[in-house]
């Protein structure tokens, strides 16, 4: 069993900054690859970013690549999502989440945090 806590998230400006943290404790955190996802009113959950075990690989979604940025700190058992150049469309809930897979696909990860809200305000 993994838990993941969420954190960071808030009101911001367009054009603004916020750095999201999801802590995992446990000594298994590291045998995962990591992922944030997010949910807007009224949509269906999408993909946001995934960061391999190892840190080799990151893969983005089309909508956030080069304003977004995953990260982790495996001695911290933490992975993070920088997001800059927020939009309003940005406006969700962001989860993390852990999977044993490489993939962008939300039913294959096997744990999800609580999620924290984004809002993006125009």
């Known amino acids: 069993q993994v838990q993941l806590v969420e954190s960071g998230g808030g009101l911001v400006q367009a054009g603004g900054s916020l750095r999201l943290s999801c802590a995992a404790p446990?000594?298994?955190?590291?045998?995962?690859?990591m992922g944030w996802f997010r949910q807007a009113p009224r949509k269906e959950r999408e993909f946001v970013a995934a960061?391999?075990?190892?840190?080799?690989?990151?893969s983005y979604a089309d909508s956030v690549k080069g304003r977004f940025t995953i990260s982790r700190d495996n001695a911290k058992n933490t992975v993070f999502l920088q997001m800059n150049s927020l939009k309003p469309e940005d406006t969700a809930v962001y989860y993390c989440?852990?999977?044993?897979?490489?993939?962008?696909?939300?039913?294959?990860?096997?744990?999800w945090g609580q999620g924290t809200q984004v809002t993006v305000s125009s």
């Open positions: 960061i391999s075990r190892s840190v080799i690989m990151t």
């Open positions: 446990g000594r298994t955190f590291s045998s995962y690859n």
């Open positions: 989440a852990a999977t044993s897979q490489w993939t962008g696909s939300s039913s294959r990860y096997d744990y």
